[in-house]
């Protein structure tokens, strides 16, 4: 089944709540799906659909100084291991350097051992900040230099 990579809609991100633990499992990020960035930001928030609906998605931004900030990035359950995540970073980046991005970068929590290797591989560094959400409240911080045009994920 093919997967094409688009940008998001508004009801995009409804279809995903609907199905939020595909996504993230027993997590509950639901207040951090900011369907005002699909308006504000559309060029850089993604959606990988399929015939059997939204198998990925990603909700990013590029900041006035250049830097390419993805807030979430999730994919199904059923999608999990199949290049999507790599394939919707690759997406976000090209978005980001039309827009003149330099550097990438995004966050997650120190629990999120997942993320943590799977943004390793894409070539982040990966530092915890402490305190970067509120006192005790640590994160891992994932920066890069935006790839060369063209290079594979």
């Known amino acids: ?16 709540l609907e199905q939020h633990s595909r996504y993230w499992g027993e997590r ?9 960035l699909v308006h504000e930001f559309p060029s850089t928030c993604l959606v990988a659909r399929a015939d059997d609906g939204i198998r990925g998605y990603l909700l990013g931004f590029v900041t006035p ?4 900030y993805v807030h979430l990035i999730a994919t199904r359950d059923d999608a999990r291991g199949t290049g999507l995540g790599r394939r919707l970073w690759g997406a976000f980046t090209d978005a980001a350097r039309q827009q003149g991005a330099q550097r990438l970068k995004a966050i997650t929590s120190v629990q999120n051992t997942g993320s943590i290797a799977f943004h390793r591989s894409l070539g982040f560094t990966a530092q915890i900040a402490e305190d970067y959400d509120g006192p005790g409240r640590p994160m891992v911080l994932f920066d890069r230099l935006l790839p060369a045009e063209g290079a594979a994920w």
Do not use: N, P, S
């Open 65 to 68: 100084t250049g830097t390419g």
């Open 28 to 36: 509950d990020l639901r207040k951090l799906h900011l369907v005002a």
């Open 1 to 16: 089944m093919d997967v094409v990579i688009t940008q998001a809609e508004t009801a995009d991100i409804h279809r995903v």
